[in-house]
């Protein structure tokens, strides 16, 4: 599978593009429209991968839909942040219009060529984060970065430990490509992470 890497918008969030077979998938867009369908070359995007519904991550989903006729993607619990409840775009003076997504990631089977997306559940920093895992490729959204993790409140801090502490127990050699900075890799997460380590969440 083949992976471009395109960063967006005021937050420098990173959109992926996922292709393999001549088929493609689009991950947390949010902006750069033009650019991401200059990326896709010759690939038809089946999907369109949210892994929450952060304004960030989700603004040019629906050109993007428009325009390519892929569909969106995203949990049931982060549904209505598309539809304009809470994706904090107000925060940065930043309006998304509204659209409604055409799947929920936990009942949706995501596959392009010969690859299949699996949706794991890390919910933390919203409600209905999903990371989304192929072969030796986790997308993992906001949820897991190099070196650190997503930012949560506080009533989210047992759910976001219960989250990363599931992803630490994947094999060392999965690539993670993070909403945000640089490409990692489970194995360099478990040397250096220390959210990896149960101890260090004694604050709870």
């Given at each position: 599978?083949l992976?471009?890497?395109?960063?967006t918008n005021?937050m420098g969030?990173n959109?992926?593009?996922c292709?393999d077979g001549?088929?493609?998938i689009?991950?947390?867009?949010?902006?750069?429209?033009?650019?991401?369908i200059?990326?896709l070359?010759?690939?038809?995007p089946?999907?369109?991968?949210?892994?929450h519904?952060h304004f960030d991550?989700?603004?040019a989903?629906?050109e993007l839909?428009?325009?390519l006729g892929?569909k969106?993607?995203?949990?049931h619990?982060?549904?209505?942040?598309t539809?304009?409840?809470?994706n904090?775009?107000e925060?940065?003076g930043?309006f998304?219009?509204?659209?409604?997504?055409?799947?929920f990631a936990?009942?949706?089977?995501i596959?392009?060529g010969?690859s299949?997306f699996?949706?794991i559940?890390?919910?933390g920093h919203t409600k209905?984060?999903?990371c989304y895992?192929s072969?030796d490729?986790?997308?993992?959204?906001?949820?897991l970065?190099?070196?650190?993790i997503?930012k949560?409140?506080g009533?989210?801090?047992e759910?976001?430990?219960?989250?990363?502490m599931?992803?630490?127990?994947?094999?060392?050699?999965i690539?993670?490509f993070p909403?945000h900075g640089?490409a990692t890799?489970?194995?360099t997460?478990k040397?250096?992470?220390p959210?990896?380590?149960?101890?260090?969440?004694?604050?709870?």
């Amino acid at each position: 599978m083949l992976i471009k890497q395109i960063v967006t918008n005021i937050m420098g969030e990173n959109a992926y593009i996922c292709t393999d077979g001549g088929e493609a998938i689009i991950c947390d867009p949010g902006g750069a429209a033009d650019e991401i369908i200059g990326a896709l070359e010759n690939a038809v995007p089946k999907y369109i991968l949210l892994t929450h519904g952060h304004f960030d991550h989700i603004m040019a989903a629906k050109e993007l839909r428009d325009r390519l006729g892929a569909k969106i993607v995203i949990s049931h619990e982060d549904a209505q942040m598309t539809e304009g409840d809470g994706n904090c775009g107000e925060d940065y003076g930043v309006f998304v219009a509204p659209f409604t997504a055409d799947l929920f990631a936990e009942e949706a089977e995501i596959k392009i060529g010969g690859s299949t997306f699996e949706v794991i559940k890390t919910p933390g920093h919203t409600k209905g984060s999903v990371c989304y895992l192929s072969g030796d490729v986790l997308l993992s959204g906001d949820t897991l970065f190099e070196g650190t993790i997503g930012k949560f409140d506080g009533k989210n801090a047992e759910l976001m430990k219960k989250s990363v502490m599931s992803l630490a127990q994947l094999p060392d050699n999965i690539r993670v490509f993070p909403g945000h900075g640089d490409a990692t890799d489970i194995g360099t997460e478990k040397r250096q992470n220390p959210y990896f380590e149960e101890r260090n969440w004694n604050f709870i």
